[in-house]
C-alpha cells in the first residue's frame, strides 16, 4: 500500500497533462519519481504494461472538487488473493460473479485495487449543480485490450453498505476493445453532508442542492478496481459470452407438472394449441424461477397448483423463459412460438413481472395466434426512470445488484457493469423500459387493433416499504446521505425502488379490470408475488367467472 499527503508541495503530488488538467499518478511511484516508461505510457506514446503506474485521478473539471487536503490511500501493484475479511465480502462477491461471467485462462486472477478516499477533503466543490453537471473525480484505468475492468464505489468499514458501481466511458461507437489501452471513468462525489434537496424541471433536469460546498465523503468510502483478462473482442460479444456461461442465452418454454408440483421442460410436440392456456413472463435478467418462485412453494400445495386445477379453467400452464438484454419484444415473441410449435387457437391468460408485462402487451396487439384474455401484471415496466438519462444507468445496476446479488441474475448485472452506459442503454432489451423511447411507445401508445381480442390488464403497483430501509444498510444509506430525494425525482415520490408506482399502474388499450390495487401496496420489486394480498387478487382476477370488462 501507498500513502500520499495531500498536504506535501504540489510537485510531489500532482502531474499537469498536455491539455493541462492536474492529476495523480496511481502506482507505487509518486509523481515527482516518474520513468519515462511511465509518463510515456500515461501520454499515449506507450501501450506496454509497467509496473510503476496502474492509473491516475484527478478533478473530471471544473465543477468538480478542488483544493485537495488530507491523506490518500492506494494499492501499489494490486492484490491477486482477496479474502472477507481483508477485502470485504461484497468485493469476494463480485470477484466470483467476475469468473462465472469470464473465461479467463486458469492461470490468471482477477487483481483488486483500491484508492481509500476517506481521509480526503476539499476546499471548494460546487454546493448546487444540474445532476448531469455533478462534481466528479476523474480515474483513468490503464488496461490491455484483452483485460476487462469492473469498478465501484464501495461503502463501509468491509463494504457492508453496499457498492455503486461505476460504468467507463464509451470507447467508441462499436464499443470495441481492440484498441484502447485505457479506460476512463466519471466518479460522482457527495459529500459527506448530502443532499438537502432536489428540483426537476419542465425539461426534466435535476438540480441538487447539498449541504456544503467543501468538506469530505462518508466515512469508509473506497473506490475498488478489479481488472482481469477476456478476450479482446466487442461489448456486445463480451456480454453473449457471459451470457452463455451463465446458461442464459438460451430460450425455454416449461410446463407446470400438476402431480408432481414442479416446473418441468415442455418440447413445441407436446404444447396443447387448442387448450386454454395461462402463460408466464418473467421480468428482465430473471427467470421464471426468478420472478415466480414464491407461487410454486410447497410444491402441490402450492398458489400455482390451486389456479392450476380450480374451476378446471386451464389445461396447460406454461412459463417462457427469453433473453431480456440482447433481444428485442418482437424478437421474444417470435421465439415463443417457435418454443411452442406455433400459435394458440384459443387466447392466453398471463401473469407476469416488469418487462414481462411489456411483452404480454406486445403478444395482445401485434402477435397473430398469441392473442391475450386477461392479463394480470405486476411492476409494468411502463418506463424506467433511471433509463431516461445515461448518466442514470450506472446507479440502476448498482440497485438491481443489491436486489439480486445472489442469483445468477446478480452476474448478468455484473457483467453489464463492465461496460459503457451508452452500450447498456440501447441494448435492444432494455431500450423499451426507456421512457418515450419508440419501443415503449409501440406497446403503451398503441390502441388494440379490431377484430383482436380485447385484454383485460390487471396492474398491481407497488411503493417500497420504508421500514425495510431501517434494515437493509444499503437502502438506509440512500436515506441517510438524502440520495433517496434524487431517486424520487427519477422515478416518483412513490416508487419500489426500479418502476414508479404511477408508471406501474399505465395501461393502454385493451381494459383495465376490476379490483385491481387502487393504493400500491408496501413492497419491493422483487417481493410482489411473495405477498398473499397479491397472490389472492390475482387468483380472483383469472378465475372470476364474471365479465373482466
Not at 286 to 301: D, I, K, N, R, Y
Not at 307 to 323: G, P, T
Not at 465 to 492: M, S, T, Y
Not at 510 to 524: D, F, N, Q
Request: proline share 6%.
Amino acid at each position: 500500500m501507498r500513502q500520499i499527503s495531500l498536504d506535501a508541495p504540489d510537485d510531489h503530488v500532482w502531474r499537469c497533462s498536455g491539455d493541462g488538467s492536474k492529476y495523480i499518478p496511481l502506482g507505487q511511484t509518486a509523481a515527482d519519481r516518474l520513468t519515462m516508461g511511465a509518463l510515456d505510457r500515461i501520454a499515449h506514446r506507450s501501450a506496454g504494461p509497467t509496473r510503476e503506474v496502474w492509473g491516475t485521478l484527478g478533478p473530471w473539471d471544473e465543477q468538480s472538487p478542488r483544493g485537495w487536503k488530507g491523506t490518500l490511500r492506494l494499492s501499489n501493484h494490486g492484490n491477486e488473493y482477496s479474502t472477507p475479511t481483508v477485502s470485504g465480502p461484497e468485493t469476494v462477491a463480485l470477484i466470483n460473479s467476475v469468473h462465472r461471467t469470464t473465461a479467463m485462462p486458469v492461470h490468471e486472477r482477477v487483481i483488486e485495487r483500491f484508492v481509500d478516499l476517506s481521509e480526503l477533503e476539499f476546499a471548494a466543490c460546487a454546493q448546487a449543480y444540474k445532476l448531469s453537471e455533478q462534481p466528479s473525480l476523474r480515474l483513468t484505468l490503464f488496461v490491455r485490450p484483452d483485460e476487462g475492468a469492473l469498478v465501484y464505489l464501495q461503502h463501509g468499514p468491509l463494504g457492508e453498505e453496499g457498492a455503486d458501481f461505476i460504468a467507463p466511458q464509451t470507447t467508441g461507437p462499436d464499443h470495441s476493445c481492440s484498441r484502447r489501452d485505457r479506460l476512463h471513468y466519471r466518479i460522482p462525489m457527495l459529500l459527506s453532508g448530502g443532499v438537502v434537496s432536489v428540483d426537476q424541471t419542465a425539461s426534466g433536469e435535476l438540480h441538487i442542492a447539498t449541504a456544503s460546498g467543501q468538506g469530505g465523503l462518508p466515512p469508509h468510502t473506497v473506490l475498488k478496481v478489479l481488472t482481469f483478462q477476456r478476450e479482446n473482442s466487442p461489448s456486445y460479444e463480451v456480454l453473449r459470452r457471459a451470457l452463455s456461461r451463465l446458461g442464459r442465452d438460451k430460450h425455454k418454454l416449461w410446463r407446470w407438472n400438476l402431480q408432481q408440483g414442479i416446473w418441468e421442460p415442455a418440447a413445441a410436440p407436446s404444447v396443447k394449441p387448442s387448450a386454454k392456456t395461462l402463460l408466464f413472463l418473467h421480468g428482465t435478467f430473471s427467470s421464471t424461477s426468478g420472478s415466480f418462485a414464491p407461487l410454486a412453494e410447497s410444491g402441490t400445495w402450492s398458489w400455482l397448483e390451486n389456479v392450476a386445477i380450480a374451476r378446471q379453467r386451464y389445461q396447460q400452464v406454461l412459463a417462457f423463459d427469453h433473453d431480456t438484454l440482447l433481444e428485442d419484444l418482437a424478437t421474444n415473441a417470435q421465439q415463443l412460438k417457435l418454443a411452442a410449435g406455433g400459435g394458440f387457437t384459443r387466447p392466453l391468460d398471463v401473469v407476469t413481472h416488469s418487462r414481462g408485462g411489456l411483452l404480454a402487451k406486445h403478444l395482445a396487439i401485434y402477435e397473430p395466434g398469441l392473442e391475450i384474455e386477461r392479463a394480470a401484471m405486476t411492476a409494468c415496466a411502463n418506463g424506467v426512470g433511471y433509463m431516461r438519462s445515461i448518466r442514470n444507468v450506472s446507479r440502476f445496476l448498482s440497485i438491481m445488484r443489491r436486489f439480486l446479488r445472489l442469483t445468477t441474475a446478480g452476474d448478468m448485472v455484473v457483467a453489464l457493469a463492465q461496460h459503457s452506459v451508452e452500450f447498456v442503454a440501447n441494448l435492444p432489451g432494455l431500450k423499451v423500459m426507456t421512457p418515450d423511447s419508440d419501443e415503449l411507445r409501440a406497446v403503451l401508445r398503441v390502441p388494440m387493433p379490431a377484430g383482436r381480442t380485447q385484454t383485460a390488464f390487471l396492474p398491481i403497483t407497488g411503493d417500497y416499504d420504508r421500514g425495510l430501509v431501517e434494515q437493509e444498510r444499503f437502502f438506509k444509506r440512500f436515506a441517510l446521505n438524502g440520495l433517496d430525494l434524487i431517486i424520487k425525482a427519477i422515478l416518483g415520490s412513490q416508487h419500489d425502488w426500479v418502476v414508479g408506482s404511477s408508471n406501474q399502474g399505465i395501461v393502454a388499450g385493451g381494459y383495465l379490470a376490476p379490483g385491481s390495487l387502487s393504493v400500491p401496496i408496501k413492497t419491493w420489486h422483487t417481493e410482489y408475488y411473495s405477498l398473499e394480498s397479491v397472490r389472492s387478487t390475482i387468483q380472483s382476477f383469472l378465475l372470476s367467472t364474471g365479465p373482466q370488462k
